[in-house]
């Protein structure tokens, strides 16, 4: 077999905390050899390949190099858990199409990488859990069908928080069982936030063109804040959900992870299209927009925006890049109002509700339908329970516990407890803020700096400005705003259901002002600043 699998499944704390081996100047850049295609957008890579400079295979086994050299190695970021072995001869069969004259599309011939909760033929999709290492599902998932008939080659697996995020109240994002834990390229004792973290983490460290995650609240917008890329959370909807491993069928929905905001739209449009298997799209327009179309560097011009100033105050530096990023709003012709969501978190009791009973359900519907070899949560907990040494070193799984004990979701708290989140969060919400203020969107930090991995206390996660879009179901997009500390920060902007098009408009005009994104230096940790040299004459603080 051409590449391992699963590729890593070492000691978490080591992956962790390993940095501190990393030589005697820590604050140095961890070596990591140059690549040809750093920074590479998908047009340029089309580009390229367009005037024969460049194949799809040969792209392929650039970053098949480029994981090897500082996924595997180098870095060790941890972020690709497996590679699939097909994707040389998809690259072949791409290139082949091209020299006959045929280009799909955008994504013809570019490499992109899957979280691994979702099937793809022929590899794992094990949400990260030893309990499903072997799990090779028969077919694609839809959004995966959509991708290959786009031109796209499946590139390989990306590693996640274990079973989204979705196991125990005092996880470590970015860790899993089967793949260990994914560092932050800025900083690798920092945390790549999660669940989506090996897909921020490769898009940002270019491993791949481009990246797929996942969002229930927060899976896609955090670990691409976190990582400096760009982070777009759908309306639930607009991409199918077949063949993904689910936690919630009220706010589930995958999403593109992205460089730029261009890349971001163009595997956007590759991913929608309306699914039997997924009642939910049946919702969407049916006329679908055109999001490279709404590339609009004027998009800003006219707009009002809310500003949600209740995201703010947790961190002083993501302070004053938030309002260095409204600054360049403002200046590119958007007209700011501050306003608060009345119902602001308000929704949280409910939605806590709602995602155990759904999970409970969505969870034994896929286990059974893809022929797992766990077919319910029951026989997924005691699996945990028989290896607990491997699955569950650091923390346990009380959130499955908890979900295995709730009841089934035609219960009357149940349905209860969904209209209540939906109504808080959406028509209370997002949706009423709108529109009493005449706005088109509403703006905040994503939310703060990476935190130092910690598996023995978990997450330190200090705010956030997207959870009502999560909740309510509508779209949101983070793009890079600056850093704090060498640390990536973003902006995020959320919109009523549907409004992809405007919102990917709004962020890519504040993208081509600001211009935050940086490559990560793959640093072992933050140095403190250097202190300024005293004036001719001043004491030292040595000398005092």
């Known amino acids: ?236 909807g607009l991409i199918s959900r077949s063949g993904i491993i689910p936690i919630s069928a009220s706010q589930d929905t995958a999403g593109p992870m992205a460089r730029s905001v261009a890349d971001a739209a163009a595997l956007l449009a590759a991913m929608t299209a309306a699914d039997p298997a997924d009642p939910a799209t049946g919702a969407a327009p049916s006329a679908r927009p055109d999001y490279l179309a709404a590339l609009d560097p004027q998009a800003l011009q006219g707009a009002r925006i809310g500003v949600l100033r209740k995201a703010t105050g947790y961190h002083p530096g993501l302070d004053a890049e938030f309002e260095r990023a409204l600054a360049t709003l403002r200046a590119a012709g958007a007209e700011l109002v501050d306003v608060e969501i009345a119902t602001d978190g308000t929704w949280r009791q409910a939605e806590y509700a709602v995602l155990l009973h759904e999970f409970r359900d969505g969870i034994a519907r896929y286990l059974a339908g893809s022929g797992a070899p766990v077919a319910s949560l029951e026989a997924l907990i005691a699996f945990n329970r028989t290896q607990a040494a491997a699955e569950m070193p650091w923390f346990g799984q009380e959130i499955l516990e908890m979900a295995q004990a709730a009841g089934p979701i035609d219960a009357p708290a149940y349905l209860e407890a969904r209209a209540t989140a939906r109504r808080l969060a959406g028509a209370e919400g997002i949706d009423a803020t709108l529109t009493a203020n005449r706005l088109v969107a509403l703006v905040a930090p994503t939310t703060g700096p990476a935190w130092v991995t910690d598996p023995v206390n978990g997450d330190h996660f200090a705010g956030a400005g997207y959870g009502a879009a999560a909740v309510a179901g509508t779209p949101s997009i983070t793009v890079p705003m600056g850093q704090v500390h060498g640390l990536p920060v973003g902006l995020v902007l959320l919109g009523p259901a549907w409004s992809e098009a405007r919102l990917i408009g709004f962020a890519h005009a504040f993208e081509q002002r600001q211009r935050a994104r940086t490559a990560p230096q793959f640093l072992p940790t933050i140095a403190a600043p250097a202190a300024a040299a005293p004036a001719d004459g001043a004491a030292s603080p040595q000398g005092r």
């Open 1 to 236: 077999m051409p590449f391992p699998l699963p590729r890593v499944l070492a000691c978490a704390l080591a992956l962790a905390l390993s940095s501190t081996a990393v030589g005697a100047d820590r604050t140095s850049r961890t070596d990591a050899p140059g690549f040809a295609f750093e920074e590479a957008s998908i047009a340029q890579l089309q580009e390229r390949m367009t005037e024969g400079r460049l194949s799809s295979r040969a792209l392929v086994d650039a970053y098949l190099r480029r994981i090897a050299e500082i996924d595997d190695a180098g870095p060790t970021l941890n972020a690709v858990i497996e590679l699939n072995p097909d994707a040389r001869r998809e690259a072949d069969a791409r290139d082949a199409e091209r020299r006959a004259g045929r280009v799909r599309g955008p994504l013809h011939g570019i490499p992109v990488l899957l979280k691994d909760n979702i099937d793809a033929v022929p590899m794992v999709n094990s949400a990260g859990s030893l309990a499903l290492a072997a799990h090779r599902p028969k077919q694609d998932a839809f959004l995966v069908e959509r991708l290959r008939e786009a031109g796209a080659v499946i590139l390989g697996k990306t590693n996640l928080s274990e079973w989204a995020n979705f196991r125990s109240t005092r996880g470590t994002s970015g860790w899993s069982a089967r793949g260990g834990q994914t560092r932050n390229p800025y900083a690798l004792d920092r945390n790549p936030c999660g669940s989506s973290s090996g897909s921020g983490v490769a898009v940002s460290a270019n491993l791949a063109a481009v990246a797929v995650g996942t969002e229930t609240d927060g899976s896609i917008l955090c670990p691409a804040a976190v990582n400096g890329v760009v982070g777009i959370k759908p309306t639930v």
